[in-house]
Structure formats: structure tokens, C-alpha cells
């Protein structure tokens, strides 16, 4: 478990906050101030575990983040997708789940790789999850590691991208 580091960074109109290590009891969310004329893109890719606690205090947080703008979370991880899909309000209803990664774990080599997709090509059936995809390590077939359906819950409530 690492403690949780904010990492912001504006490139051109956009205000980027990268979110690093674990959304749990230690995470000073309280500390990260954020308002800004700017549109918000929260990077949620290395985000490795949220806990009851974190997620609570995530919603709280989110609710103080200032922008007239939207919110574009991108590169979702499933930890972060499991609790936007369970708490109303994890994802601001100025929020928009743009991108998000999707696990494969290989029992051959023990290895998960991930995979990244679009929101809007899944919803526009652009593209498709696979059920499985050779492995990163070790090219054996490695198999969806979440159940795609309920994973994908958010992208019915998910309005922004209709
Ligand atoms: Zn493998």
C-alpha cells in the first residue's frame, strides 16, 4: 500500500491531476485543493487498491472540487470502477468516464495484464472487450479478470457521452 500522491500538472486549457498509490483512511484528500477555470483530467491509472473508508472520503472530496468545466477520469482502473459502478457520486455529475483499463490475468505466468479502452467506442460498438488476449509476459491466453457486464455499469448512467 503507498500513501496516496496528487500529482497536478496544466497542459494548455486542461488541468491534469494524476492520483498514485491508495485511496484508503491515510489519503489527505482533504488537502488537495482544486479550483480552477481550467476543464479537469483526473488520471485514475495508478490508483492500486480504494477501501470503504477512502471511498467515502473520495466522494466527499470530489464534491469540493471547483470547475465549471468537466471532470474527464481517464485510464480508470478497476479498483476505481468497482466504486463509481457501487457509490452514487464517486463520479460527480459533472464527471465523464472517458477511458478506462480492463485486467487479463494469465494462470499460466501469474501476470495481469491490462488493457485500455475508450467509453465511447465500447458504446458506440466501435470496439468490444475480449474475453481473453495473449499474455504480456508469455503470449498464453490470459482471461478477462472482471465480469464485463457489471463492470461496464457506469456506462449506462454515464451521461455526459450520449
Ligand atoms: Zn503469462
Given at each position: 500500500?503507498?500513501?496516496?500522491?496528487?500529482?497536478?500538472?496544466?497542459?494548455?486549457?486542461?488541468?491534469?491531476?494524476?492520483?498514485?498509490?491508495?485511496?484508503?483512511?491515510d489519503a489527505a484528500l482533504d488537502k488537495v485543493k482544486v479550483s480552477?477555470?481550467?476543464?479537469?483530467?483526473?488520471?485514475?491509472?495508478?490508483?492500486?487498491?480504494?477501501?470503504?473508508?477512502?471511498?467515502?472520503?473520495?466522494?466527499?472530496?470530489?464534491?469540493?472540487?471547483?470547475?465549471?468545466?468537466?471532470?474527464?477520469?481517464?485510464?480508470?482502473?478497476?479498483?476505481?470502477?468497482?466504486?463509481?459502478?457501487?457509490?452514487?457520486?464517486?463520479?460527480?455529475?459533472?464527471?465523464?468516464?472517458?477511458?478506462?483499463?480492463?485486467?487479463?490475468?494469465?494462470?499460466a505466468c501469474d501476470h495481469l495484464s491490462l488493457r485500455i479502452f475508450?467509453?465511447?467506442?465500447?458504446?458506440?460498438?466501435?470496439?468490444?472487450?475480449?474475453?481473453?488476449?495473449?499474455?504480456?509476459?508469455?503470449?498464453?491466453?490470459?482471461?478477462?479478470?472482471?465480469?464485463?457486464?457489471?463492470?461496464?455499469?457506469?456506462?449506462?448512467?454515464?451521461?455526459?457521452?450520449?
Amino acid at each position: 500500500m503507498k500513501t496516496l500522491r496528487v500529482l497536478s500538472e496544466e497542459k494548455g486549457k486542461k488541468l491534469h491531476l494524476r492520483f498514485v498509490g491508495s485511496i484508503d483512511e491515510d489519503a489527505a484528500l482533504d488537502k488537495v485543493k482544486v479550483s480552477t477555470d481550467k476543464s479537469l483530467v483526473m488520471d485514475m491509472g495508478e490508483v492500486d487498491s480504494i477501501n470503504s473508508c477512502g471511498g467515502r472520503e473520495w466522494v466527499k472530496w470530489i464534491r469540493t472540487v471547483e470547475t465549471k468545466q468537466q471532470v474527464e477520469f481517464v485510464n480508470c482502473s478497476s479498483v476505481f470502477l468497482d466504486y463509481a459502478n457501487m457509490i452514487e457520486g464517486f463520479v460527480p455529475s459533472n464527471g465523464v468516464i472517458e477511458s478506462f483499463n480492463v485486467p487479463y490475468y494469465c494462470e499460466a505466468c501469474d501476470h495481469l495484464s491490462l488493457r485500455i479502452f475508450q467509453s465511447r467506442d465500447i458504446r458506440d460498438h466501435k470496439s468490444q472487450i475480449p474475453n481473453s488476449i495473449p499474455c504480456d509476459k508469455c503470449k498464453n491466453p490470459a482471461e478477462v479478470d472482471v465480469i464485463v457486464p457489471v463492470f461496464l455499469k457506469f456506462l449506462k448512467k454515464d451521461k455526459g457521452l450520449t
